[in-house]
């Protein structure tokens, strides 16, 4: 594993630094200061193999020379994806947002507690390891994603028909990549070095689709100062794709219908046939045979069409690809914003995972983005994803007609929907945002109304020692999920420091009784310095819990 660098004109913290980091097993490389750093930088990047590059930068702010502020700039500009974590004695304000704001990954203030500094290495060591394989898989990144089942059947079928110039119809609801496939099957055939051109038949007036597909002459309508190229002449020699085919007009879908089975076509106004050799693909959200019978698609246009069929499966289907989809677009987003790729917390993934999406990749790819410009900081949170994602949230229902227990589930995102709800209002993250993007998609389901809940009492500590079999085990999360949901629907302000408290208050006194009341052993248990747990004990009024 490469090293953690320190970088600190203090010799004494570097020395705690070092000791802790070794019995960790967790190498390290220390510096007094930033030039020293960026000196080592510039060997790593030249190729110097004598010292790998760092893990993870530990930095003091104030230093002789150049500050650590300034060494976070410039490290960041070198090593973009390096978490830095700064340390600091002067514990103001100013110092912590501008160490967030110029992408640091933690800010640690002195005296710090070294268990929890320690901690806090590891997590950032553990963070860079995974944006070391993300961006491994960035480089290799093909031009589609798609590690599910359902579009390996869809990467097979691309290579099957490489060699082949047939008809192919998409079917899949809208935002689920339809025209990626189309630009897959082009870029993979016999015609991969003609034209590829697009268009979407429902977003085109009707009076204006004509043209827009076969051409017009100069003089065939008003306005028509010169002749004009259709879309089947711009692709000549390569590949149409006519998305939204099912919202074709029906007299237009007769014109279409001469062009798949005679091979040319007339512009409008014109007298002349036009030779297309051009290979269609189609696509559709849309059952078509269902507007066969409807009597609002021709049949042998369908069946034209219908050569070969390609089912794009939804992204509620592939849900397994939703993490590599998402730092791809956490990435893409950055580059197209010209801002540092924000990284995302895997209790974000796992909610994010779970979601439904409604408007597919398409809206995936909107959340990311609105995650890029919202998101507070570097990592994304929980409580950063969008109201929509949160109201979704998984939760138990109690069956129907059955009395809801006191400690019932209420919904975890309901802790920080106001704010989300009012940021949502103001920026949105998308057209497709919130809504169906099809008419075929599952509606999100509604959230739950929150019950009315009764504080969950706590066991005696003679009955958690006496009889821990006998105890009956409760879901203590979707308890304290209840709690939460109770203080702040009653409006209790400081909501988060009386939850913390009584969760700290707990597990001390839990730890304490473990060990009859010794607390080194009981600091060693939670795995927190003594120091902490004498602090703690003090602030949580637990003195009455002398040490045996």
Request: aromatic share 6%; with cysteine; charged share 20%.
């Amino acid at each position: 594993m490469k090293p953690i660098w320190i970088v600190d004109d203090d010799p004494s913290i570097r020395f705690v630094l070092e000791k802790a980091l070794a019995r960790e097993n967790l190498p390290t490389r220390s510096f007094t200061q930033a030039r020293e750093v960026l000196d080592a930088l510039a060997d790593v990047a030249a190729g110097d193999t004598s010292h790998p590059g760092p893990q993870v930068l530990v930095s003091d702010i104030r230093m002789p020379g150049a500050s650590g502020l300034q060494l976070l700039e410039k490290v960041r500009a070198l090593q973009p994806g390096l978490p830095v974590i700064v340390m600091t004695a002067y514990s103001d304000l100013d110092s912590a947002v501008s160490a967030f704001q110029g992408g640091a990954f933690e800010y640690l203030p002195k005296p710090f507690d070294l268990p929890k500094a320690v901690e806090l290495i590891r997590r950032a060591v553990e963070e860079s390891q995974r944006e070391e394989v993300a961006e491994q898989q960035q480089a290799a990144m093909p031009e589609m994603l798609g590690q599910a089942p359902a579009m390996q059947d869809v990467f097979r079928a691309i290579g099957r028909l490489s060699q082949s110039v047939v008809t192919v119809l998409i079917t899949g609801e809208s935002g689920s990549g339809k025209e990626l496939v189309a630009h897959a099957l082009h870029k993979h055939s016999p015609v991969a070095g003609g034209p590829f051109v697009a268009i979407n038949t429902a977003a085109i007036p009707k009076d204006l689709l004509e043209s827009e597909l076969f051409g017009h002459e100069r003089g065939a309508f008003t306005g028509a100062q010169t002749q004009r190229r259709g879309r089947f002449e711009q692709a000549e020699g390569g590949t149409l794709f006519l998305d939204e085919i099912g919202d074709m007009p029906f007299d237009l879908q007769t014109r279409l219908l001469r062009v798949l089975s005679d091979g040319q076509f007339y512009r409008v106004g014109g007298h002349a046939a036009v030779k297309a050799h051009v290979r269609v693909i189609a696509a559709t959200h849309q059952n078509l045979e269902q507007r066969v019978k409807d009597g609002a698609f021709r049949e042998d246009l369908f069946h034209r069409l219908n050569v070969i069929r390609l089912r794009l499966p939804a992204l509620r289907e592939r849900s397994e690809d939703v993490p590599m989809l998402t730092r791809y677009f956490l990435q893409r987003s950055a580059r197209q914003l010209g801002v540092e790729p924000k990284r995302i917390s895997d209790a974000a993934l796992a909610l994010l995972t779970r979601f439904a999406f409604p408007g597919n990749v398409r809206q995936l790819e909107n959340i990311c983005h609105w995650l890029t410009v919202m998101a507070p900081a570097q990592v994304i949170s929980v409580q950063d994803l969008p109201p929509e994602v949160l109201e979704t949230a998984p939760h138990k229902v109690a069956a129907p007609g059955a009395a809801r227990a006191p400690d019932s589930a209420a919904p975890a995102n309901h802790t920080d929907e106001t704010r989300h709800a009012g940021e949502a209002r103001q920026v949105g993250y998308g057209e497709n945002a919130g809504a169906a993007g099809n008419e075929s998609a599952a509606p999100a389901p509604a959230p739950a109304p929150a019950p009315a809940l009764a504080p969950v009492p706590s066991l005696p500590a003679a009955a958690l020692f006496a009889q821990p079999s006998a105890i009956p085990i409760a879901d203590w999360e979707t308890a304290l999920q209840a709690q939460a949901w109770q203080l702040l629907r009653d409006g209790q302000p400081d909501v988060w420091d009386i939850l913390l408290r009584r969760f700290e208050s707990s597990v001390i006194r839990t730890a304490l009784q473990a060990t009859h009341g010794r607390r080194v052993d009981a600091a060693q248990r939670l795995g927190i310095g003594r120091n902490t747990i004498t602090r703690k004990i003090q602030e949580l009024g637990l003195d009455a819990l002398d040490e045996g």
